[in-house]
Each structure stands twice: as structure tokens, then as C-alpha cells.
């Protein structure tokens, strides 16, 4: 998309220099382009044309990225103030609360406001949904390394589905101003 996207931008651009270059180059002594009806319409309807492009295949990535196909783990994580509530759906409700751990608790080696007491632990290679929202506030839960940045709403449930291509431990951090912590 971003290929296709900038293609036009680059043609939009070098028409609109080209343009430029003859109107400094060339003296104006055409003066029936003031009464060219065919040419505003042209150069209305272009434009319209050229976002329907740019839009259609926008449109048909958006819905490619959201379609679910039939995922092997499902995960709903609802935000609170300071900590997240995660429960494995599929595995009779396992639930537990994962809190970020206070200067005091950190060991060497241990990243500040990114360590938690309880982790996510995620199989790798495997189709994975997560089923977000929030309790009390506007949260966002984000894992910056696995490209994934969903917001947590009181009273919506949204969701995002991913796939961890290697072992190791992701951290995820909450991107709304939501408290003190």
C-alpha cells in the first residue's frame, strides 16, 4: 500500500512541478483558459479519482488486518489504574493481576516501569486474539515489539489478534496518562 500510495503521490507531485516550470518559463498570452469549462472539470473530478485509488486498497488492507481466522488462544485483558487483569479464556478462566513492580521490589537487570510481578506467558508460532477493555478509565495497552497498540475503553470490547515469532519476553506498556505510576 505504501508503494502504491507513494507512486501517485510522486506523479501528483511531478505534475504540479511541471505545471510550475511552464507557467515561470512561458509568457501567458492564452486568455481563453479563464473560460475552460472542460478543464475545472477535469480538474475536479482527478482528484476524486485519485483518493477512490489511494482508498480501495487502503479499505481492503484494513479489513485483512482485522479478520480473526480462527485463533488457538484467546486473552482478554482489562485495564485498571496501575495494573492489568488478564484471563485466559480458553483455560477454565485462569485470571490473575499483573502489577508493575515498585523500585523497592526491582533485582539487577530488572527495566524500571516495565517489569511486572506476573507476566503473559505466550506460546510462539500460534494465532493469538486479544480481547481488550477497561474498568474504570481510557488505557492503552501497547507492546511496542510486536507492533501492537490497542485502546482500552469502559464499555467497549476491542480486540487484535498477533503472532510472537520468537521466544523472549515482550514488554508492554500502558500509553495513556491514567495515574501517578
Known sequence: FHDHALMIIFLICFLVLYALFLTLTTKLTNTNISDAQ???TVWTILPAIILVLIALPSLRILYMTDEVNDPSL??????HQWYWTYE????GGLIFNSYMLP???LEPGDLRLL?????VVLPIETPI???ITSQDVLHSWAVPTLGLKTDAIPG????TTFTATRPGVYYGQCSEICGAN
Not at 484467546?74 to 485495564?79: A, H, M, P, V
Not at 517489569?115 to 507476566?119: G, H, L, P
Open 129 to 131: 486474539r486479544m480481547m
Open 115 to 119: 517489569d511486572v510481578d506476573n507476566r
Open 156 to 159: 467497549r470490547l476491542n480486540q
Open 103 to 105: 523500585p523497592l521490589f
Open 38 to 40: 472542460e478543464m475545472e
Open 74 to 79: 484467546t486473552i482478554k485483558s482489562i485495564g
Open 88 to 91: 485466559y479464556t480458553d483455560y
